[in-house]
């Protein structure tokens, strides 16, 4: 298994007091850090070695958060990246979850927040590189959706759907008890168990998200409900 202390991750940010508060939470958890003012400034090394995970302001000088991600994942398909955006950059987060980023964290948040996004993402990683043959592999398996809760992949129909961790977080949540209704709070608590900034739009934003993903691979896709006034729950028909 993957561990921390060889971990090296590279945070861009353009804010100093960011870079210095984030990189002391993720190297007190032993990982290893370096940090760039901006994205010119850390393509001049990613374009020479990669990080292992990239953490990445979006709004920056020279090279802002969304090009530098663009280079990163022509170069990589695997190398996992979480955004830092403000709550007004929806657009943003957008584009950059489309360009292929792993999760996104808005401003403010938690540095607990952010560090366990961090393992999640290096654990992740860990378990595709070793393959999928694992012992204690864990699957829930409800109806046509399959979810690997260790590899935080999920299947619809056998088909692959690419999610992020917050996106699988917040769908195991509905899934795990189907018919069950999830309230907007409890989502906020199974998506960002850390982090006390969330809103209830992020939550609405994510959902809106996971159905047009999961509508891509199967436009007839339905299972997650709207219950107006309550807030969300995964239905469970007959299926074939």
Same mark, same amino acid.
């Given at each position: 298994?993957?561990?921390?202390?060889?971990?090296? /991750?590279?945070?861009?940010?353009?804010?100093?007091?960011?870079?210095?508060?984030?990189?002391? +939470?993720?190297?007190?958890?032993?990982? =290893?850090?370096? /940090?760039?003012?901006?994205?010119?400034?850390?393509? #001049?090394?990613? #374009?020479?070695?990669?990080?292992?995970?990239? /953490?990445?302001?979006?709004?920056?000088?020279?090279?802002?958060?969304?090009?530098?991600?663009?280079?990163?994942?022509?170069?990589?398909?695997?190398?996992?990246?979480?955004?830092?955006? #403000?709550?007004?950059?929806?657009?943003?987060?957008?584009?950059?979850?489309?360009?292929?980023?792993?999760?996104?964290?808005?401003?403010?948040?938690?540095?607990?927040?952010?560090?366990?996004?961090?393992?999640?993402?290096?654990?992740?990683?860990?378990?595709?590189?070793?393959?999928?043959?694992?012992?204690?592999?864990?699957?829930?398996?409800?109806?046509?959706?399959?979810?690997?809760?260790?590899?935080?992949? +999920?299947?619809?129909?056998?088909?692959?759907?690419?999610?992020?961790?917050?996106?699988?977080?917040?769908?195991?949540?509905?899934?795990?008890?189907?018919?069950?209704?999830?309230?907007?709070?409890?989502?906020?608590?199974?998506?960002?168990?850390?982090?006390?900034?969330? #809103?209830?739009?992020?939550?609405?934003?994510?959902?809106?998200?996971? =159905?047009?993903?999961?509508?891509?691979?199967?436009?007839?896709?339905?299972?997650?409900?709207?219950?107006?006034?309550?807030?969300?729950?995964?239905?469970?028909?007959?299926?074939?």
């Amino acid at each position: 298994m993957h561990q921390p202390s060889r971990g090296l /991750v590279a945070l861009v940010d353009d804010e100093e007091n960011i870079r210095e508060t984030v990189a002391f +939470a993720l190297r007190r958890e032993g990982y =290893r850090v370096e /940090v760039y003012a901006d994205g010119e400034e850390a393509w #001049s090394v990613f #374009s020479r070695q990669l990080p292992d995970v990239a /953490v990445l302001d979006v709004m920056m000088p020279r090279m802002d958060g969304l090009e530098l991600c663009r280079r990163l994942r022509a170069a990589s398909e695997t190398l996992p990246i979480i955004f830092l955006t #403000s709550r007004d950059e929806e657009f943003d987060r957008v584009l950059g979850l489309e360009l292929g980023a792993d999760d996104y964290l808005c401003k403010p948040f938690s540095m607990r927040e952010l560090t366990a996004r961090v393992k999640v993402l290096f654990r992740r990683l860990a378990l595709a590189q070793r393959g999928a043959d694992d012992s204690d592999e864990k699957i829930l398996a409800v109806g046509n959706l399959r979810l690997d809760l260790r590899r935080y992949t +999920a299947h619809w129909r056998q088909r692959p759907v690419a999610l992020t961790v917050t996106e699988f977080m917040i769908l195991h949540a509905l899934a795990r008890h189907p018919g069950h209704v999830k309230s907007r709070e409890q989502l906020m608590q199974e998506g960002y168990p850390h982090d006390a900034y969330v #809103s209830d739009r992020t939550i609405d934003s994510h959902i809106k998200r996971l =159905r047009k993903k999961l509508c891509a691979v199967d436009p007839e896709f339905d299972r997650i409900e709207t219950v107006y006034g309550l807030g969300y729950r995964y239905r469970q028909p007959a299926e074939t």
